[in-house]
């Protein structure tokens, strides 16, 4: 026990001192007397909201999110269904699907930066195909270079879950309905799917709270201060913090950032099976 | 399985694995065959390289100093996976077999912790260790106790939650047998429950490490010096260097950096999957 009171301590006194934090005048000269900085009350929500990009950067995390997670559904289920049946080479071939999950995200992005540089691969092979583009990591471009960034590191996931759904459809079920003479099709549509519902939405729901706090993946792609285009909320909190030093106005965006996150997380809570005797 | 009863008819499934493997695998082999290509050519975007040149293998060593944010990469996490191991393994159990008020919520909790923003975390902790400077004249930004202290609580949820689905699976009988022995709590966590969880050990290892090797923000912040940084800052301070990019040792130092993780998961696969599946989360 002592254990768990230790992690709850160590987490939640940094969040009350974020929480603080987040109501005082706190800049690079008040720092060091940091308990001592002007109380402000809400205040720097106010600024945040009325003078940063805040609102622009929570409506591009949450786009990009939302895009890059419906984008992940057919491509994992796609994955999962192609590698179920067994044949030669599939433990292989899921190994290799899972690389891009596994790959730590800094090196993600810096494997796509070096592709989408200008001039790089992403551009000569884009314009031998006549689609002729010329900058991915700034401009409106960069925020589908993002997407598609995500996206390539997340599926994974979606897959992962949707083999792990697959393995507790009964056998006996699918025989059933395929000595009915039900083509594929309607097997997967009535048979496979509807068993699939909670693992594929659980990974839906982990995939949205990983892309919407990813920080390292735009940060190594685009560097920062970042593009407008995506400008993603945990990258201005940590501008915001450690390059313009408004450490007020960065933990009320941090704050911000929780209420983000608390609706998907409540889902997500529910829809874990927290208690004894049950497969979690 | 009969044939009929297949998936997916069999053209649509190659198709499908066909369209897979060339999205994962082009960018990987483009980045392999960048390493060693000459740094115009990367630049001008040939994906196969002009010329075949491995010298960048070489020149990582001495110009990233990979070698020194290797070790201290490899320190920290392996410091972290121990002892987080250790404290875990302990309140899983008790989170497991003992009923108390409150016990749900700190289930619950122990979940919620794990989609907390890096962000929020991270001016608290860092406002605390500098206050521990000027309080207590212990400096620990900068150091590689700052990761590891860091690591410990922020990967401590995570560990715990990844215990107690592995440990709720394992049937209540073992405890009531050592208690009929004449075993005490504590002996029975040692002399049952920490042998039992072996599987885990590995699995979790593993996880700890790749937590480690995907943290970046945390170390961007508090090490400021070749001597404490991780792998992960010290190939990004290497990449944004100003005295022109050195596109193929870039692209070297990453598949040089992700070999070991790469490695490890080849090994443990099952491990590795079952425990992410288990816990439902990353």
């Not at chain 1, 390539?152 to 003479?181: F, H, K, N, R």
């Not at chain 2, 960048?34 to 960048?56: H, I, K, W």
């Not at chain 2, 939650?161 to 049937?171: C, D, E, K, Q």
Request: proline share 5%; aromatic share 12%; hydrophobic share 55%.
């Amino acid at each position: 026990m002592p254990g768990a009171f230790l992690t709850f301590a160590v987490i939640v006194f940094p969040l009350a001192v974020a929480l603080y934090v987040s109501l005082l005048d706190l800049d690079q000269y008040t720092f060091r007397q940091w308990v001592r900085a002007p109380f402000i009350g809400l205040g720097n929500y106010i600024s945040a909201v009325r003078e940063s990009n805040l609102l622009h950067a929570v409506w591009v995390s949450v786009s990009n999110g939302v895009i890059v997670t419906l984008l992940t559904l057919p491509i994992g289920v796609a994955a999962a269904l192609a590698t179920q049946d067994s044949f030669r080479g599939r433990g292989l071939l899921r190994s290799v699907f899972l690389v891009p999950y596994v790959l730590p995200a800094f090196v993600v992005g810096t494997v796509w930066r070096v592709i989408l540089q200008p001039d790089g691969v992403a551009v000569d092979v884009l314009g031998s195909l006549g689609i002729h583009t010329s900058l991915w990591l700034n401009g409106p471009l960069s925020f589908w270079a993002l997407a598609v960034v995500q996206l390539w590191a997340s599926w994974p996931l979606v897959y992962l879950m949707t083999l792990s759904g697959l393995q507790s459809i009964e056998p006996a079920i699918q025989e059933a309905a395929a000595i009915d003479g039900a083509g594929w099709w309607v097997r997967l549509r009535y048979v496979v799917f509807p068993h699939l519902k909670g693992a594929v939405s659980l990974g839906l729901l982990i995939g949205f709270l990983h892309s919407v706090n990813s920080f390292t993946l735009p940060f190594v792609l685009f560097g920062v201060p970042s593009p407008r285009d995506v400008e993603v909320l945990p990258v201005l909190t940590y501008v915001e913090s450690f390059q313009n030093f408004r450490f007020g106005i960065s933990a009320a965006m941090a704050v911000f950032s929780v209420v983000l996150i608390a609706i998907p997380l409540a889902f997500y809570l529910r829809a874990i099976r927290l208690d004894v005797g049950e497969k979690g | 399985m009969r044939r009929h009863e297949q998936l997916l008819p069999r053209p649509l499934r190659i198709v499908t694995i066909a369209i897979l493997l060339a999205v994962v695998l082009l960018p990987l082999s483009y980045i392999l065959f960048a390493s060693a290509n000459s740094d115009l050519a990367v630049a001008e975007g040939a994906y196969l390289p002009v010329t075949v040149d491995f010298t960048a293998y070489r020149k990582i060593w001495s110009t990233v100093e990979l070698g020194t944010s290797l070790v201290n990469s490899i320190v920290v996490a392996g410091i972290v996976a121990v002892a987080s191991c250790l404290v875990a393994i302990g309140s899983a159990y008790v989170l497991v077999r003992h009923t108390f008020r409150g016990r749900l919520t700190v289930l619950r909790g122990l979940l919620a912790l794990q989609s907390i923003p890096g962000t929020l975390l991270l001016l608290p902790v860092f406002v605390i260790f500098a206050s521990t400077a000027s309080a207590l004249g212990v400096q620990v930004i900068g150091t590689r106790w700052s990761l590891v202290i860091t690591y410990l609580t922020f990967t401590l949820p995570f560990s715990t939650w990844v215990l107690v689905t592995y440990l709720r699976g394992l049937p209540r009988e073992l405890d009531e047998a050592a208690r009929i022995e004449g075993a005490g709590p504590l002996q029975v966590l040692l002399r049952v429950y920490v042998p039992l969880a072996k599987p885990v050990y590995i699995a979790y290892g593993l996880v700890s490490v790749s937590y480690h090797w995907n943290n970046f923000l945390w170390p961007l912040i508090v090490t400021n010096s070749v001597e404490a940084r991780p792998l992960t800052v010290g190939l990004q301070v290497f990449s944004s260097t100003d005295q022109g990019i050195d596109w193929s040792v870039i692209c070297a130092a990453t598949l040089m950096t992700s070999a070991p993780l790469l490695a490890a998961f080849l090994l443990f696969q099952r491990q590795f999957v079952q425990s992410f599946v288990r816990a439902g989360i990353r």
